[in-house]
């Protein structure tokens, strides 16, 4: 399951059982700033860079794969 955290800056992986807080992986650190939303579609994650307006695409060992450049 992956959660965007906004205040935080990355995106959460959770790797465990929902009610398993204790396998969670922070994403995107280096790479994020405002993440907003986030999607998932075939082999792909998009996330939404708020105050960069664009959207990120990661493949799924959250390696940058490409973006999406929007008007703001």
Known sequence: MYVVDTELGRVLRFTGPQTDCDEVV????????????????????FV?????????????NFEPIGVISHDG
């Open 48 to 60: 939404s860079d708020a105050n960069r307006h664009l959207v990120q695409i990661f493949n799924f």
């Open 26 to 45: 922070e994403l995107g650190a280096d790479i994020l700033i405002m993440p907003a939303g986030i999607a998932i579609a075939g082999n792909q994650i």
